[in-house]
């Protein structure tokens, strides 16, 4: 079964300092991976994607995620949080055999602090 | 380019009743998914639609159902609702296969129904 851990509920951040969001998944097939921001009463925002190719990923608002075939992750990163990172945080998977039917992982709540 | 749209932004109905919710996808996009997440929770998909066609289904009664209209906008109709059916309803829409982004799902702000 296609699953997604994000075994972090919350992370905090001093502003200015890096930060790593979490994620595992588990699927059948090759892995297309996702994050997705949410701020309050608001939809998900798309920030990156994993497809194929460099392991390294680089995406919205200076976010990056590092695709780890041995270790079944995707974790998010960003060398330097700003306060307006503050949010929900959602990891995505869908095997290349599964239409458009993504499994989303539990979420990661970031607070940065200044 | 608009992005995606869905109406209407809140809803409070009683349990039993029947809900509509619709959405307008994104310009260029025929494929759309529903998602509904929970409070605390990630979003958990419901189905697809591809050309006016179920695409997928995930693990939802089926008292839940779709449609797609020839402009690729789309209505979820639950049935018989339950009190465990308050949440927030996602329409998400993508591009045409092969195309490149074909992959990327692109969210509306959702519908927040809550059953009493």
């Known amino acids: 079964a296609q699953s997604v851990a994000q075994p972090e509920d919350q992370v905090n951040v001093a502003e200015g300092n890096p930060l790593t969001v979490k994620c595992t998944y588990s699927?059948?097939?090759?892995?297309?991976l996702f994050w997705y921001v949410q701020y309050p009463n608001r939809g998900l925002q798309f920030l990156l994607k994993y497809i194929t190719g460099d392991n390294l990923v680089k995406g919205s608002y200076g976010f990056e995620a590092e695709f780890n075939k041995s270790q079944t992750s995707f974790h998010l990163k960003k060398p330097s949080a700003l306060v307006s990172d503050s949010a929900l945080y959602f990891c995505?998977?869908?095997?290349?055999?599964?239409?458009?039917?993504?499994?989303f992982g539990q979420g990661t709540e970031l607070s940065v602090k200044p | 380019e608009t992005g995606v749209t869905q109406s209407p932004t809140h809803l409070i109905k009683t349990r039993g009743q029947q809900v509509t919710l619709r959405c307008s996808s994104q310009?260029?996009?025929?494929?759309v998914s529903w998602y509904q997440q929970a409070l605390g929770q990630g979003p958990q998909f419901i189905f697809q639609?591809?050309?006016?066609?179920?695409?997928g289904r995930g693990n939802f009664p089926p008292r839940f159902s779709g449609l797609q209209f020839p402009n690729y906008s789309s209505e979820l109709n639950v049935n018989a609702l339950e009190l465990d059916d308050s949440a927030l309803y996602l329409c998400a829409s993508s591009l045409p296969r092969g195309s490149l982004a074909y992959n990327e799902q692109f969210f509306g702000p959702g519908t927040r129904l809550t059953v009493l």
């Open positions: 310009s260029g996009h025929n494929t």
């Open positions: 699927v059948s097939g090759n892995p297309y």
């Open positions: 639609y591809y050309r006016e066609e179920e695409n």
């Open positions: 995505a998977v869908r095997g290349d055999n599964q239409g458009g039917k993504l499994i």
